[in-house]
């Protein structure tokens, strides 16, 4: 059964801390994307990457948020430093993109982030 | 920009009625629609994903339906049941993706009363 795994699910953390957040996606699929889910904001788009390529992180605040895949099978999110209006549910989905493609996204269980 | 609107945003019914849940977009121009579930604390799970040249989709007691041309997609269940409750997303792919990037609803929030 292949599934969208996170880690860690809960974070809690200091202001000012770095937090770093991990996603493996379905084995295969060629595109990864970080959402943020708030009450006031509903689902954003962070970033997105194809075949290990950032495509677009414009959804992203780049003084303080940073997205990698390093290989394949791991992308990575990281807020350095975490201030508290970063406190959100942070969701990574695959999907596969290419020619024919419905390009359906996949999700994770979500890491629920808390900076205090 | 493309936006999605959910209305209701949340919706109270009793157990048995069938209810329809509204999506509407700004941009008819759309690659796929997709609905998804969420239970809280939990992620997304898509339910039924629409393409831009079909009218509608089924699983189950559920049905989705695509009017492109007016920027709507509704989200039929049929003969609710308490374990329908959960929070409803509706997304929609921009027609210029090609990664199929996601732009989301906020959602509408059902509770089925048993």
């Known amino acids: 059964d292949a599934r969208v795994t996170q880690t860690p699910r809960h974070k809690v953390t200091e202001m000012g801390q770095e937090v770093t957040m991990r996603c493996q996606p379905i084995l295969g699929h060629n595109t990864v994307f970080w959402y943020r889910q708030t009450m006031m904001q509903g689902l954003e788009l962070l970033a997105y990457f194809r075949n290990r390529a950032p495509l677009d992180d414009s959804g992203m605040p780049k003084d303080r948020f940073s997205a990698e895949m390093p290989d394949a099978t791991l992308a990575t999110l990281k807020i350095q430093p975490s201030e508290p209006r970063d406190s959100a549910v942070y969701f990574c989905?695959?999907?596969?993109?290419?020619?024919?493609?419905?390009?359906?996204?996949?999700f994770g269980p979500g890491t629920r982030l808390t900076v205090t | 920009k493309q936006e999605v609107t959910q209305i209701p945003a949340a919706l109270s019914v009793p157990e048995g009625e069938n209810l329809v849940l509204n999506c509407s977009f700004t941009d008819s121009a759309i690659y796929n629609l997709q609905w998804f579930r969420q239970d809280p604390g939990k992620g997304l799970t898509s339910l039924l994903l629409i393409q831009s040249s079909q009218r509608e989709q089924t699983s189950g007691r559920l049905n989705a339906s695509l009017d492109k041309s007016s920027g709507r997609s509704t989200l039929y269940i049929a003969a609710s049941q308490p374990g329908d409750s959960a929070t409803y997303l509706c997304a929609v792919r921009p027609g210029s993706s090609n990664t199929g990037k996601l732009i989301f609803g906020q959602g509408t929030t059902l509770q089925v009363k048993p």
């Open positions: 989905a695959s999907g596969w993109a290419g020619s024919g493609s419905s390009y359906e996204q996949y």
